[in-house]
């Protein structure tokens, strides 16, 4: 038995993603644990994107004053941009500070209505053979029900059809339910990249609600558990039979967004990729403490 083997599983969401869209993606994302140094502009726009909104919600819930913690949010914007040499990092900051602002402006009486009751704080829910864990972009109370919010940084808004099958606020309930909270929706917030004539919701970003029926929940959990049983499967293998076994997608949907499109190129034509390896990719500064990498 490995050692990995012998660590309590513990999944995310956005593992069971991975192996859904990539077994090999997986495996370099969640076996040899990868990030790449350089990330893409979509990506990095989501993780900034979010470290911002942190900033901004954090303030606002210690401290319920909307002026001051618009100022702590474009004072760090501002802060970042005169720190960036990237052309890249200098347009996602941009774009940053124009859409956030416009987004909170538009929305300031209903975020005020608001009670915060966290920002990003990680929860785990022990699911008999596995941990599931998961952190909340905020969860806050609205006329006295209890939402779960996430942020979504996108070019383009999603067709209403494809936010219904997005399976992350329906787990994120049927997990806090579980947990013992009592929670009755959600909303995805859409903030948009696409450059557009018109700043206002549904131009350039929109807050969606989540409602979920029973059955919803009840069948995103069974998608999650369905991933669990193979990455179960796959972490108990040692990391070259894993990495044998994995199956690469080679489809355009998802391989368009990998970012690691070049190392699985170099391995398809039967190069070791161990240069690539080196210059282009790092070990993952993500993850809950499980030993997984997520």
């Not at 596995?130 to 006329?143: K, S």
């Amino acid at each position: 038995m490995t050692l990995e083997s012998q660590r309590r599983l513990i999944v995310s969401h956005s593992e069971c993603d991975s192996i859904t869209l990539c077994e090999l993606r997986h495996y370099y994302a969640f076996g040899e644990k990868l990030e790449p140094i350089e990330k893409s502009i979509s990506l990095d726009r989501g993780i900034t994107g979010h470290h911002f909104m942190h900033i901004f919600f954090r303030h606002l819930k210690e401290t319920r004053n909307w002026d001051e913690s618009l100022e702590v949010l474009n004072n760090a914007l501002a802060a970042a941009v005169a720190e960036t040499k990237s052309t890249k990092k200098f347009q996602t900051l941009s774009y940053l500070l124009l859409t956030i602002n416009g987004f909170l402006s538009f929305y300031k009486e209903k975020i005020l209505s608001w009670d915060i009751l966290e920002v990003e704080i990680p929860h785990r829910l022990d699911c008999g053979d596995f941990d599931f864990a998961f952190t909340l972009d905020a969860l806050i109370r609205e006329d006295g029900r209890v939402k779960v919010v996430d942020w979504k940084f996108i070019y383009d808004f999603y067709a209403d059809i494809y936010v219904q099958l997005l399976p992350q606020i329906p787990r994120y309930i049927g997990a806090l339910r579980a947990l013992g909270q009592t929670v009755s929706g959600g909303y995805y917030g859409f903030l948009r990249f696409r450059e557009v004539q018109a700043q206002g919701e549904g131009n350039r970003f929109l807050m969606r609600p989540i409602n979920p029926e029973p059955e919803r929940i009840q069948n995103s959990f069974k998608d999650l558990m369905l991933s669990v049983d193979k990455i179960a499967e796959k972490k108990r293998m040692p990391l070259e039979e894993w990495h044998q076994s994995a199956r690469r997608a080679s489809n355009m949907l998802p391989c368009r967004h990998c970012s690691f499109t070049t190392l699985c190129v170099e391995e398809l034509n039967g190069r070791s990729g161990t240069l690539t390896r080196q210059i282009e990719f790092q070990r993952s500064t993500y993850g809950y403490d499980d030993g997984s990498g997520d």
